[in-house]
């Protein structure tokens, strides 16, 4: 269905929502011919809850405390600690703090647990592609 793609992976933000809810509409709008092909998730909130789970680590990468992480929805706190504006969305900067990111300790996170299962299955089928058991590493 999707041609030319091994994989085709969604993820967006809950926001106010309940994330497992919003997850089973996401998936059930995907054809079922198709759901072979595709990775659904849906970040608790946003995907700065994710980023900023870990408030030690967040806080020693962008010079801020760490309890300034510490609340229910660190989008806010996040944009500024980083520098985020409508005209520069420092997707650079945001893609080299995920490559560095603990997220064997994101796994604490029910949605972000529920997204990585996801791709960690799906690297099993393709040749050439790896992906880390944060679980079994873990233990």
Known sequence: MFKGADLIVF?????????RDVLKIDEARCPPQARHQAVFGVCSRNVESWLCCQCFW???????????????DPKGIFESAIGISRSDKREDTIA???KDAPLRDWLANPSFEDF??????????FAGCSLENLRQSAA
């Open 96 to 98: 080299n703090l995920i």
């Open 58 to 72: 967040i806080a020693s990468k962008t010079g801020k405390q760490p309890n300034e992480f510490r609340v229910d």
């Open 11 to 19: 993820l967006r933000d809950a926001n106010d929502e309940n994330w």
């Open 116 to 125: 990585y299962e996801k791709l960690w299955n799906q690297s099993k089928f």
